[in-house]
Antibody
Framework: QVQLVQSGSDLQKPGASVKVSCKASGYSFTTIAMNWVRQAPGQGLEWMGWINTNYGTPTYAQGFSGRFVFSLDASVSTAYLEISSLKTEDTAVYYC?????????WGQGALVTVSS | QSALAQPASVSGSPGQSITISCTGGGSDIGGPYNYVYWYQQYPGKAPTLIIYEVDKRPSGVSNRFSGSKSGRTASLTISGLQAEDEATYHCKAYATDMTWVFGGGTKLTVL
């Protein structure tokens, strides 16, 4: 069965970096795009962009270029989200979600907390 | 892209029907694509897809959930409301600039 398993919660200080992983299983990883979605505490969902898992090319939504980097390692069916120069307002749950007739499978979410 | 507009909360009694609206613009919901989606999210859990392409239900989703669209507004209707439907519902649409935009989410309370 299809599964997206994300790395665990992370606590970082402002200015640091964090890398969230999303390991896919149960399907051919390079055939379906992977999206990243942010949910700040008590807020709605925000689409951050997506990565073409066949070519590794990322597309970033407005407001998510520069400090946010999508990458992948197809050999281990894993997508990554790296956030640099962390700010307190980056505190959120970050989800990966594949696109197939909608975002049909989601990771369980990774809570990133930025606090001094 | 601005977020799609959803009511912050709706409520209904068991057995009743409720409708959640999702209003966008001419470049997303009112645009040329029928790419409107609805997700259900329980507290502390990841969202799950319940409606795709305006009015289609994924396998396993109850037929009490239905979707529609008119102009710049999409709607999710839940009929025969049950306690287990208490959750937050998010709409999402594809825009002409090839981006996805979400609504702010609507918290459904079953009285």
């Amino acid at each position: 069965q299809v599964q997206l398993v994300q790395s665990g919660s992370d606590l970082q200080k402002p200015g640091a970096s964090v890398k969230v992983s999303c390991k896919a299983s149960g399907y051919s990883f390079t055939t379906i795009a992977m999206n990243w979605v942010r949910q700040a505490p008590g807020q709605g969902l925000e689409w951050m962009g997506w990565i073409n898992t066949n070519y590794g090319t990322p597309t970033y939504a407005q407001g998510f270029s520069g400090r946010f980097v999508f990458s992948l390692d197809a050999s281990v069916s894993t997508a990554y989200l790296e956030i640099s120069s962390l700010k307190t307002e980056d505190t959120a749950v970050y989800y990966c979600a594949r696109s197939w007739g909608g975002f049909d499978y989601w990771g369980q979410g990774a809570l990133v907390t930025v606090s001094s | 892209q601005s977020a799609l507009a959803q009511p912050a909360s709706v409520s209904g009694s068991p057995g009743q029907s409720i409708t959640i609206s999702c209003t966008g613009g001419g470049s997303d919901i009112g645009g040329p694509y029928n790419y409107v989606y609805w997700y259900q999210q329980y507290p502390g859990k990841a969202p799950t897809l319940i409606i795709y392409e305006v009015d289609k239900r994924p396998s396993g989703v109850s037929n009490r959930f239905s979707g529609s669209k008119s102009g710049r507004t999409a709607s999710l209707t839940i009929s025969g409301l049950q306690a287990e439907d208490e959750a937050t519902y998010h709409c999402k649409a594809y825009a002409t600039d090839m981006t996805w935009v979400f609504g702010g989410g609507t918290k459904l309370t079953v009285l």
